[in-house]
């Protein structure tokens, strides 16, 4: 028995190192590149207002931070170092609306618990990465969009008979991120879970699938990405139970980058490249599209 649950685990992880592309093969059902759609560059744009804009200018390229880890909303491949997914892609056509090369991006990985900090000291320009608005964050930050609802849910292995819903963790072990809006939904609304944190969920998906936690938690549209990878090993449960509106992080008081981050969402979404890019990142983990919701342009503090 032990033998035998053993060689799954091992199949398991091998399959989960192969999807991931850490062999450097493609992604099993990943984001072909060639059907990714091409943004129109607005190359007489400029935003004398934006310090950040302006620094980016004098630079000659966008630094953006995102995720690596998480298949069809940014994933990044190890061999060629190319990141891609849906997170990606919004990343993508806002660069072409401020005037600069897409394929000149300069991407950087920052964990759920670094975001904040790193658009503080200027690390980076912007961040699209499955980042949830709300306010307490926009006390340090500034979000453009939304442009995507998300919603927190579990994932579990396929042999999990118990684990329907949040109210079937007590007692049992659940990963989530550091710094991330469902650990703390988790510490505050069921105290009585097991709770342990990690810089990122691959690493809380690992732990699922060596039988060292019981579920892992965060929102749907990433824990979606790695069952699409693996639908033998793991399965999302349960509906959504919080609302997570994504939006793109700024620097707080980089107001009229944050303004021309949403007029950037407005046009894509309104041009169709928002859904063309859907349909090749996200769409492809099966996951329907819900439209965007409205982009809240908040006024500045
Ligand atoms: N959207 C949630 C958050 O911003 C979870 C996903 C993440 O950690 O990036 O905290």
Redesign the pocket.
């Known amino acids: 028995m032990l033998r035998t649950k053993k060689a799954l685990i091992a199949a398991a992880l091998a399959v989960l190192a192969v999807a991931c592309g850490k062999e450097g093969s493609p992604p099993v059902k990943g984001p072909s590149p060639d059907q990714l759609p091409d943004y129109k560059v607005e190359s007489a744009f400029a935003l004398p207002n934006s310090a950040t804009w302006e620094k980016a200018k004098r630079r000659g390229r966008l630094v953006v931070g995102a ?1 690596e880890d998480q298949p069809y909303m940014g994933e990044k491949d190890p061999a060629s170092g190319r990141y891609s997914g849906f997170d990606i892609e919004i990343a993508k056509m806002v660069a072409a609306s401020l005037g600069f090369d897409p394929a000149g991006i300069q991407f950087r990985t920052i964990a ?1 618990a670094n975001r904040e900090t790193a658009l503080q000291n200027g690390q980076i320009d912007y961040y699209v ?4 608005i709300n306010d307490k964050r926009k006390k340090l930050v500034g979000f453009g969009g939304p442009y995507y609802m ?1 919603g927190q849910s579990l994932l579990v292995r396929t042999d999990e008979k118990d684990i329907n819903g949040p109210q079937d963790l007590d007692g049992k072990r659940v990963c989530s ?1 550091a ?4 650990y703390q939904r988790m510490q505050q609304d069921y105290p009585q879970a097991d709770l342990v944190a990690y810089d990122t ?1 691959s690493v809380c998906v690992d732990n699922l699938l060596t039988y060292q936690v019981d579920a892992v938690t ?2 749907d549209t ?1 824990l979606m990405g790695y069952a699409a990878k693996v639908p033998e090993e793991m399965k999302v449960v349960g509906a959504p139970f919080s609302k ?1 509106p ?1 939006g793109i992080g700024v620097p707080r008081t980089d107001t009229a980058l944050r303004f021309a981050i949403d007029d950037a969402l407005a046009a894509r979404e309104k041009n169709g490249d928002w859904q063309k890019a859907y349909d090749v990142t996200l769409g492809l983990s099966g996951r329907k599209a819900t439209p965007a919701p409205p982009i809240d342009r908040y006024p500045a503090s």
Do not use: L
Request: proline residues 6%.
């Open positions: 995720k759920s990465g499955t980042y949830t998300a991120a710094g991330s809006t469902p969920y965060t929102d990433i997570e994504y």
